[in-house]
């Protein structure tokens, strides 16, 4: 099999695992936690959808989980987790988790609070519109 052949092979295995993975690890059980199937470029969220100390994981292109650390700031970051790829389920206490093998990660940052993931989330940008929230990165 040829080095071009391979790659394409192993390009196309990492997709649909990370498929699988998205659909597996994903939780949108409890207010903490659920999706939000928002359309392309619309709003993920509502500000009044966050609770202060917690967060929303909103199902938009890639995974973003919401958070808001303290009364009107809000944050973004991916939500797959560092580790192994899962969806991180729920935020609260200002603890991003991720119930596929315990890690945690920082709502204020996004840094990784407890093994084994290792390395912090990567944050995205909001842009507020009155109560709407949309994710620009």
């Known amino acids: 099999m040829s080095d071009t052949t391979r790659r394409a092979v192993l390009a196309g295995a990492v997709g649909v695992t990370a498929a699988s993975v998205l659909a597996a690890c994903g ?3 409890g207010s903490n936690s659920t999706a939000n199937n928002s359309s392309p470029g619309g709003p993920v969220a509502k500000k009044s959808d966050i609770p202060v100390g917690g ?15 303290e009364a009107g700031t809000f944050k973004a970051f991916t939500a797959i987790c560092t580790h192994q790829q899962c969806i991180v389920s729920s935020v609260s206490n200002n603890t991003i988790d991720c119930k596929c093998h315990g890690s945690t990660f920082s709502a204020v940052d996004g840094s990784a609070t407890n093994p084994p993931a290792t390395r912090k989330l990567e944050e995205k940008k909001l842009r507020m519109d009155g109560d709407d929230i949309y994710v620009t990165t």
């Not at 967060?55 to 650390?69: E, H, L, N, Y």
């Open 27 to 29: 939780d949108d059980s």
């Open 55 to 69: 967060g929303k994981v909103v199902a938009d292109a890639g995974g973003t989980v919401i958070t808001q650390p």
